[in-house]
């Protein structure tokens, strides 16, 4: 098989979407004489015929290429065997779903399109495959396209947990990916990875706004001379004086609650503080009992103790119990924990809940304010 054409078309096709290379990379590629096709198995070895990669230029072979990512990482076959769907019927929509984007964003489109299908564009395969006019098979993609094991597939690629983890790389790709990405991409990447938020970028500002809203809380102190001391001898005048905001750290040390994801969300709230000029916060560490208040500057400094179940209740009461009494309590948790009722006077809190992966378990606890 002629590598080095091989080569070419990966670069052609990384270059024309950027935000599909790790996944194009992955594809490992293996020559298949005989096949007459080009095809990408379960495991997302892209199995070629090198008489076919012979006829094939370099944009085509590329062009193709984002195609058998298309099937793996959209995971028809997975989808194929959900559905109990005809194999060739199936190929031809799932051909379908990917050719919509490669036709705005790839030349030389030679395969189905939801037109061809006699549907309308940018729907699942699973729609086209209700609605699609038959016909022949354009192309046979291989088993990664419509899950039927093929006589030459061999196990050696990514398993199915591998081809997860890369699925949800991608989807972070195409979400932080500056430049423009083919629409339907967009919505698989939304589908893949739900929260499009940026947790540092909404846990700064939360933090931000509950330290701005105390920082602005200026007040009249006796602590400093008033700079018109001077024209007024014999009556002290107060000075203006805005507060420090006294920042409380509760951290949810339970068993259930991971000790790296935590970590990376304390150095988060540290670098906010530090922007805001605050250092010095106290950290609690909770899981039924408060186990350490200690005035920290740095997150490296915060040792964990606990390790039980978790009530992030106790952690808030004793944050409010603390003197000098914190005007902003930061709570990282996990969210398996009962909250109070309502969160205590005169305190502005903040919870940032950690989830490691897409999925929200039902069963965590919500606060109903
Ligand atoms: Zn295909």
């Keep these: 098989m002629d590598a080095r054409k091989v080569a070419a078309a990966r670069l052609w096709a990384a270059s024309r979407m950027p935000y599909l290379a790790s996944a194009l990379f992955a594809c490992t590629m293996r020559a298949d004489p005989g096949s007459r096709t080009i095809g990408v198995d379960r495991s997302w070895q892209v199995r070629a015929d090198p008489a076919v990669v012979a006829e094939l230029p370099v944009d085509e072979l590329g062009r193709l290429l984002l195609h058998l990512c298309g099937h793996v990482l959209r995971d028809h076959a997975g989808r194929a065997e959900a559905l109990g769907a005809d194999a060739v019927r199936w190929n031809r929509c799932g051909d379908a779903e990917i050719n919509d984007d490669l036709g705005e964003h790839v030349p030389g489109v030679a395969s189905e399109l939801p037109a061809t299908l006699g549907c309308e564009p940018f729907q699942l395969a699973e729609r086209y495959y209700e609605l699609a006019a038959p016909g022949p098979r354009l192309w046979d993609c291989g088993s990664g396209a419509d899950g039927c094991e093929r006589p030459g597939?061999?196990?050696?690629?990514?398993?199915?947990?591998?081809?997860?983890?890369?699925?949800?790389?991608?989807?972070?790709?195409?979400?932080?990916?500056?430049?423009?990405?083919?629409?339907?991409?967009?919505?698989?990447?939304?589908?893949?990875?739900?929260?499009?938020?940026?947790?540092?970028?909404?846990?700064?500002?939360?933090?931000?706004?509950?330290?701005?809203?105390?920082?602005?809380?200026?007040?009249?102190?006796?602590?400093?001379?008033?700079?018109?001391?001077?024209?007024?001898?014999?009556?002290?005048?107060?000075?203006?004086?805005?507060?420090?905001?006294?920042?409380?750290?509760?951290?949810?040390?339970?068993?259930?609650?991971?000790?790296?994801?935590?970590?990376?969300?304390?150095?988060?709230?540290?670098?906010?503080?530090?922007?805001?000029?605050?250092?010095?916060?106290?950290?609690?560490?909770?899981?039924?009992?408060?186990?350490?208040?200690?005035?920290?500057?740095?997150?490296?400094?915060?040792?964990?103790?606990?390790?039980?179940?978790?009530?992030?209740?106790?952690?808030?009461?004793?944050?409010?119990?603390?003197?000098?009494?914190?005007?902003?309590?930061?709570?990282?948790?996990?969210?398996?924990?009962?909250?109070?009722?309502?969160?205590?006077?005169?305190?502005?809190?903040?919870?940032?809940?950690?989830?490691?992966?897409?999925?929200?378990?039902?069963?965590?606890?919500?606060?109903?304010?």
């Design 153 to 369: 597939d061999t196990p050696g690629g990514l398993d199915g947990r591998q081809a997860e983890l890369l699925r949800l790389g991608v989807a972070a790709e195409i979400q932080r990916f500056p430049g423009d990405v083919a629409g339907g991409w967009r919505r698989w990447a939304e589908t893949v990875l739900p929260s499009r938020v940026d947790w540092r970028r909404v846990l700064a500002a939360e933090v931000r706004s509950a330290l701005a809203a105390v920082a602005g809380q200026v007040e009249y102190s006796y602590r400093r001379p008033s700079r018109r001391a001077q024209a007024t001898r014999g009556v002290v005048l107060p000075t203006l004086h805005r507060p420090m905001p006294d920042v409380a750290i509760v951290c949810d040390a339970s068993g259930s609650m991971h000790e790296r994801l935590l970590a990376r969300a304390l150095a988060e709230v540290e670098a906010v503080l530090a922007r805001g000029g605050i250092r010095g916060a106290r950290v609690l560490a909770v899981d039924t009992a408060v186990h350490a208040v200690r005035r920290v500057t740095r997150a490296a400094q915060v040792e964990l103790a606990g390790g039980g179940g978790t009530d992030m209740g106790a952690g808030l009461a004793a944050a409010a119990a603390l003197r000098p009494r914190p005007s902003v309590a930061i709570v990282l948790t996990d969210g398996f924990t009962p909250w109070p009722d309502r969160p205590p006077p005169g305190i502005r809190v903040v919870v940032g809940l950690l989830s490691e992966g897409a999925e929200w378990p039902a069963r965590r606890g919500r606060a109903r304010w």
